[in-house]
Structure formats: structure tokens, C-alpha cells
């Protein structure tokens, strides 16, 4: 029995389409598994392609309209596109066999392009989307030819029967083969958080004063868990590092002496210590709360970078950027002044007394008090390099975002929520303030448009965390709006004017309007 191209009909065209590049997917995926590469699977390597490539509008509108869910509907996106390519490659394929090969060698091209230019890309990164090729090219060959009918016209008669059979058979065994690839073990197996047992380290935070946590429903607590606290990254797939072979190599401009560093090194550095530091992203829009206060446990990087005989500009030093790099290729420029002013810069392991969770940097992240995290916090941090502003931009300096990012005194209404329905009478209006590194010194609330009243502030954990702050407000019928606005330590008291986070944070009064019967 021989197979000749077929005349099949436009619908089981398309839907052989369909389910060759669910086996493409399917193949990559268990590839990527296979050689623990699941970031070089088409899907996420374009899906990072994109990420990178967006203009900043763009980008702004992504996140504000789907937040952290910005990642699966970008996934998603680019899975309906493939799917409808895939259903006209199908239909092409019965028709116009050459359009189907040039329609396949393209999303092949488009695939493997992205795949090896991710910055930190290998050769085996092209194996994903080549297995995915084959597979998407066998599997429509399959579905698509129809056997020669025996002393028939010489063309394969369309035979539902089988074709159903088959292209069941192929989703199933599609679906199999993806749900297996789930199962291999992610990574290079080797040393994860769960292994990790973190030492406890001399130098303990600061005790906290009684009453820090005013304890009010709809109040941030003071301490944000890890499941709670929010994730900013362009990482589509979380790296997943084997902590026994980390290093972080420190170098570049003005480094006396060059450091390699492993994960033992840091969890036995004798300059270990425990700091509670308010991490705050660039991105967060007045009321938002891309905002988390964490207990970190850390080295500080002014050791390390004693220890390499780099000196601060105030020094004399050469270097005046600090750029810190990741495993998955994202670069950040933090001030080397503000790494060695003597704050508590650290290169943490800890996160609220357990090793660090993978979506937040594990093994080893950067923290630094005062600054955004986009200019400072690098997670899954492999590489520190001492440089110069003038000479290199990180990752979001050329996307509109501005080279120094130090934190902006803000302050946000926690409770009551935007639209609440009240009753009338005492009410408690509650949320935080924080300007890292300097202190909070004073919250208003102004009701209505009215003089600003003085609130509560709950004890100050350190300079470097956030404030709750509580004001009891008796409130009338009719609609409020309620403002905040924070002072501090500086004298420095947030302005009206609104701006938009880009490109170096947002600014203007946190206001809720509610209602009260
Ligand atoms: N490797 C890497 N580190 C990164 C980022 C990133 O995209 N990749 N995003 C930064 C930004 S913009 C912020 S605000 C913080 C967020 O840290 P979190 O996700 O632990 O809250 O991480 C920073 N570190
Ligand atoms: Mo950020």
C-alpha cells in the first residue's frame, strides 16, 4: 500500500494541523525536559523574545491590565497564533504543499531564533524547537495522506474512520508524552531550597518594638509571607539553580582582587546577618501593591567588595555602577555609592528565615535598602560587575526606564477599600508609609479635600521597612474621598501631582472613594 498526497477535505486539513503542532509542542516540551532547558522550549523562548522586545507603553498596558497574570495571557497569545498558523499550514498542506514547507521551515526559523538568542542560550537550546519541527512535520505527514484506493483514480479517497483513529491517537499520545515531561525532574536536580537548612546568623535584626503590627482588618500585616509577597520578574520559566553549583564571580573596573564565591561561602560568610528591608518595584502605581516587607538573611556586599579591594567614587574608586547579572541573562546597574554608604546592602539567601524561594531568587538575590528593585534586587544572581554608568546601560535603561531608581516616600490606604459601602460612625482608616532608608516621619489623612489630620503611626521596625499608620474618622453619610499623603525623615512630603511609574516611579496622593449609608 502506497501513500499518495491526498485530497483531504479543508476541515480534517486544518484540524491535522492542529494536532501536529500539539505534538511539536508536546515534543519540544519533553526535549526541553530532557536536556533541563524548559526555558528553550519554543513557547517560552519566544514567549521571552516578546518580553524583551515590547515597547514600554505596551509593556505598561500589559501589566496594569493583567498584573502577574501578564505572563500566562502572553503564553496564551502566542498559543492562539500558533494554533490558527497551525490550522492554515494544515489546510496548505493538502493544497499547496510548498507553502506548508516554507510555513514550517518559518515558525522553525522563528523558534530556533529565539531559542539561541537568549542571553543565556547554548546549543542545546536548539534541540527543543528541532524536535518539535520533526514532530510537527511527521505527524501532519501522517494525518494528511490517505491511503491509495486499490485500482481507484490514482487519488487516496478521504477515510474518516482512520483518519479519526489516527488523529486521536497522535493528541493522546501528544498529551502523554506532555504530561510526561512534567514529570522528569526540573533542573539539574541537585541542592533546592527544601535541602537547605540556613544557619542562624550572629547578627540578628533589630527586635521589634511592641504594637509594630496595629493588627486591623485589611491591613497589611507587617511581614509579608513569601507566598504572599509579589513577584516582578521577565522570567517565564523560574530558574531552577542547583545551589551546590552556584558561584558568583565579582570583577571589572577597580576589583584589586577578582572573587568567586559559592553558596557554602556566603552560608558560612562570619559577616552573616538578618535585616528587615521593605522591597519596593519601580512599576507600582500609587495605591498598588507591588510593595513586600521580608526578613532577609544575607551578607553585606560592602564586605565582599572590601574583600575585592574595590573602593566607593567617594573613595576614589573607578567604578560608579554596580551591575549585577542573572542566570537568565537580566542585567541591573545599581550606584556602587549607595552598595558601600554603609546601608545594609546584602546578597541574601534568606527570606523570612527559610532559604529563598525560587520565584524570589533562590539561591542568592541582591537587596538593597533605598532602591527599586529594578536597579537593585537581581535574583538568581550569577555574576557582579564593577563599571561605569556612562559605559553600559542595564536591562532597562534602553526600554525608558531611568539608569537610578532610589525609592519615592509613599504612603497607601489599606483599608477601607476603593468603593467600600460603610456605615456611619467611627471608622478606622489604616495602611502603610515607607521611604526606605530615611524613614517615615508623619502620615495625613484628608477627608474630602479637607485639612490634612495627623494619623497614628505605629513604632518604626527600622529606616528601611514600611509604617503602618491608623486614623479614626467618624464618618457621615453621604460619599467621602478619603487622600493620604506621607512626610519623611528628610522633609520631604509626597507630592499632589500625579505621574505614571515610567519611567522612575510614580508619584501623587493614594485617594479611595467610599460610601457611607
Ligand atoms: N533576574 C531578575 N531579577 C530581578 C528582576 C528580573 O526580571 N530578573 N526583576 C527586578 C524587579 S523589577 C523587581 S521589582 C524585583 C522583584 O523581586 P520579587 O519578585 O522577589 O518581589 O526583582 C528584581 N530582580
Ligand atoms: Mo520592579
Redesign the pocket.
Known sequence: MTDTPSSLPAVPAAVAGLVSAGAALAAAEAVGALVSRPAATPLQAVGAGVIDLVPLPLKQFAVDTFGTADKPVLLGGIAVLLACAAVLIGIASVRRRAAAIAGTALFTAAGLTAALTRPDAGPLDALPTLAGAAAFAAVLALLTRTPAPTGGDGRGGFDRRRFVLLAGTAAAASAAVAAGARLVPAGRGGLAPADVTLPVPGDRAAPLPDGIDLEIDGLAPHFTPAAD???????LSV?RIDATAWSLRIHGLGVRDELVLTYDDLLGHPDLRERDIT??????PVGGG?I?NARWTGVPLASLLAQAGVRSPADGGPADQLV???????T?GTPVADAMDGRDAMLAVG?NGRPLPR???FPV??VVPGL???V??????VDIELTTFDSFDA??VPRGWAARGPVKTQSRIDTPREGADLPPGPTTVAGVAWAQHTGIDRVEVSIDGGPWTEAGLAPEGTADTWRQWVLEWDAEPGGHRIAVRATDRAGRTQTPDQAPPAPDGATGHHTVTVTVA
Request: aromatic share 20%; net charge neutral.
Open positions: 509577597f509579589y513577584r516582578i520578574d521577565t522570567a530558574p522591597l519596593a518595584c519601580v512599576s507600582n507591588y513586600g549585577s547579572r542573572s542566570e537568565d541573562g537580566m541591573l527570606m520565584e524570589h531568587g538575590r541582591m527599586y528593585g529594578y537593585s534586587a537581581c535574583k538568581w544572581i536591562y532597562w
